[in-house]
């Protein structure tokens, strides 16, 4: 549950593995000396908290100044609520409370305030801004896509990387813009950075090759789709459908799952689908492709043929 990874570097499981979560959301002790860096909470299990005191007492009686949170979801922000009561216990008052920082989302920031006991500034993320303790400087990296508040963190000492959910220890991640995840992986393949430190799933070793894969991936999928929107779909109403400007015939996004994942079980299909829209809304916001909306329902079409 706890695990030394380099000598800088502890990482603390959330206790809450899942479907989606793998072995549990990963928070991490960053630094050498007495005051370290907490990346991320937890989803807020009970264990949680006595599993960190020990591993900080384990570590020399340390204590934490900064928490900083990668995103808003609740898998790395429900621990928070407990940790901060740590320091507000009447065994601890003597205790400084960590400063917490997170890249400002006005849509989910309200909620995730209301959720704490105690009214708690959350200090706003700045791109390249610097958080330094004794052994440890990291460097914030915006990497909106996942969400849109989501934040990376690149540790100078080791040329390593915490990702957040921008990448997973094994699997794909989920997004929310694929536009702007795309973008994100790209600056972060620019650090070229060694091991990087996932939110989720084992350390990944060579960071570099792991990003180039997450990038082909998603573009080979986009391409998928691209080559099968200059041809017509085997659809039994393709003379009712819309004549679209690049004269090519229209697909639905339905139409496109049942090509791309034939071989795949139907139960699969609606998250297929929603995979296969995200694609089709970065295209859209390429101007690659172009929606049509008739009789409530929405066709995708190439703006001009390729």
């Known amino acids: 549950m706890v695990e ?28 050498t000396g007495p005051k370290r860096i907490l990346l991320d909470t937890g989803e807020g299990k009970p264990g949680y908290i006595p599993l960190l005191d020990a591993a900080l007492a384990h570590l020399g009686n340390i204590e934490i100044s900064d928490i900083i949170l990668t995103h808003w979801h609740r898998d790395h922000t429900g621990g928070l609520s407990s940790l901060l009561d740590r320091y507000r216990s ?6 400084a409370l960590p400063t917490v920082w997170k890249r400002s989302c006005p849509e989910h920031d309200p909620a995730l305030q209301q959720s704490l006991k105690h009214q708690t500034d959350f200090w706003n993320i700045e791109d390249g801004q610097v958080f330094s303790v004794e052994g440890a400087t990291l460097r914030a990296v915006l990497t909106p896509g996942h969400t849109a508040d989501h934040t990376s963190f690149y540790l100078e000492e080791e040329n390593s990387l915490f990702a ?8 794909s991640a989920v997004f929310e813009d694929l536009h ?18 996932p939110g989720h799933g084992p350390v990944i070793e ?10 082909r991936h998603r573009m080979d999928r986009e391409e998928e789709i691209v080559h099968l929107l200059t041809s017509t779909p085997y659809v039994a109403d393709l003379e ?8 090519t015939m229209p697909w639905t996004a339905r139409d496109l799952v049942h090509v791309i994942y034939s071989k795949y079980p139907e139960s699969l299909y609606d998250a297929a689908e929603s995979s296969v829209l995200l694609h089709l809304a970065k295209l ?3 101007n690659r492709v172009s929606a049509i909306h008739t009789d409530g329902v929405t066709y995708w079409a190439l703006t001009s043929r390729v």
Do not use: M
């Not at 702007?180 to 430190?197: A, D, F, H, M, P």
């Not at 060579?206 to 990038?215: F, N, T, V």
């Open 164 to 171: 957040g959910d921008c990448l997973l220890g094994h699997g």
């Open 4 to 31: 030394v990874l380099s000598s800088r570097v502890f990482r603390i499981l959330g206790l809450n593995p899942g479907k989606f979560t793998l072995q549990g959301t990963n928070t991490y002790l960053v630094g």
């Open 180 to 197: 702007q995840y795309i973008e994100s992986l790209k600056v972060l393949r620019q650090l070229n950075c060694g091991r990087i430190y």
């Open 284 to 286: 859209q916001t390429e």
């Open 240 to 247: 009712q459908r819309p004549i679209t400007p690049s004269g």
């Open 90 to 95: 009447p065994g601890n008052v003597s205790l």
């Open 206 to 215: 060579d960071g570099c090759s792991a990003l180039e894969a997450y990038i």
